[in-house]
């Protein structure tokens, strides 16, 4: 069964530095990984999509990595900034046909970008 | 504007007493989707549904019924809520072909006394 971790839980950083958040998964046979926003009250965001043929996605200042073979993956965000703070996601796809290709996600990363 | 809603938001509850959490979308989506999230969990699915009349169990749908009468609705039932059932319930919904692009509801934080 897939197993998706998310290192470390929580983060905290001063304005304007660049950070990596982890993921890593255990299966390396997914269709795609997800990397995710949530804000409290609010609902999930998607912030990057990568398919399991991809190495990278960039969105702004995020840039996401996939190294399937190892099973990781990372969300770098470049010069931090206050509204960054919310808790991040990341979640795999298998490489299943049709109605199987259900998300599972890790824990999170709650990430502070403190003023 | 294209949204996913979820009612109630919030409620507190007592072991035993049933309840519905409704989640509409507007978006015309065949996909929809029930989660819940725990700390140290992560988000975990429920229960989902291709389309109108199809509806499958996700990794937890012990405790938890759903129906899809409608396309736009998608309830999660609770016949008998427990404790161990108090958690943040989120909906999605999507197209058939892109549940990638799922959107997300804002969720519901139940408590079950």
């Known amino acids: 069964k897939q197993e998706v971790t998310q290192i470390p839980a929580a983060l905290s950083v001063p304005e304007g530095e660049n950070l990596v958040l982890n993921c890593s998964f255990t299966?390396?046979?997914?269709?795609?990984l997800q990397w995710f926003r949530q804000d409290p009250g609010k609902g999930l965001t998607s912030l990057l999509l990568?398919?399991?043929?991809?190495r990278e996605q960039t969105s702004g200042r995020l840039n996401a990595s996939l190294d399937k073979s190892s099973g990781r993956s990372t969300l770098y965000i470049a010069a931090s900034q206050p509204g960054d703070s919310a808790t991040y996601l990341c979640?795999?796809?298998?490489?299943?046909?049709?109605?199987?290709?259900?998300?599972?996600f890790g824990s999170g990363t709650q990430l502070t970008v403190l003023p | 504007e294209a949204q996913v809603t979820q009612n109630p938001r919030y409620l507190i509850t007592v072991t035993g007493k049933k309840l519905t959490v409704t989640c509409s979308q507007n978006?015309?989506?065949?996909?929809m989707s029930w989660y819940r999230q725990d700390p140290g969990l992560g988000l975990r699915q429920i229960y989902y549904s291709m389309n109108v009349e199809v509806t499958d169990k996700g990794d937890v749908p012990e405790g938890y019924k759903v129906s899809r009468k409608e396309k736009r609705n998608f309830p999660l039932i609770l016949e008998s809520p427990s404790p161990n059932q108090t958690s943040l319930y989120f909906c999605a919904s999507s197209l058939a072909g892109r549940t990638y692009e799922q959107y997300f509801g804002p969720g519901t934080r139940l408590t079950v006394t």
């Open positions: 990568i398919q399991s043929s991809q």
């Open positions: 299966d390396s046979a997914i269709y795609n």
């Open positions: 979640a795999v796809r298998p490489n299943l046909e049709g109605s199987a290709r259900q998300l599972t």
């Open positions: 978006m015309n989506h065949e996909y």
